[in-house]
């Protein structure tokens, strides 16, 4: 996938955020503006 640059319409992604659950991104936010943060953590 290419790399987004400023005013490029970020893709639907859906992630799963527990066992049952997951977050669509972009749809789920509520905002016109977010910062995603994705923290890999310790594996």
Same mark, same amino acid.
């Given at each position: 996938?290419?790399q /987004? !640059? #400023? *005013?490029?319409?970020f =893709? !639907?992604?859906? /992630?799963? @955020? *527990? +066992?049952h +659950? #997951?977050? /669509? /991104? =972009? #749809? !789920? @936010?509520e905002s !016109? &503006?977010a @910062? @995603?943060?994705f &923290?890999? *953590?310790?594996?």
């Open positions: 996938m290419p /987004l !640059d #400023s *005013g490029d319409t =893709p !639907d992604i859906t /992630l799963k @955020i *527990g +066992e +659950e #997951s977050v /669509l /991104l =972009p #749809s !789920d @936010i !016109d &503006y @910062i @995603i943060l &923290y890999r *953590g310790h594996w």
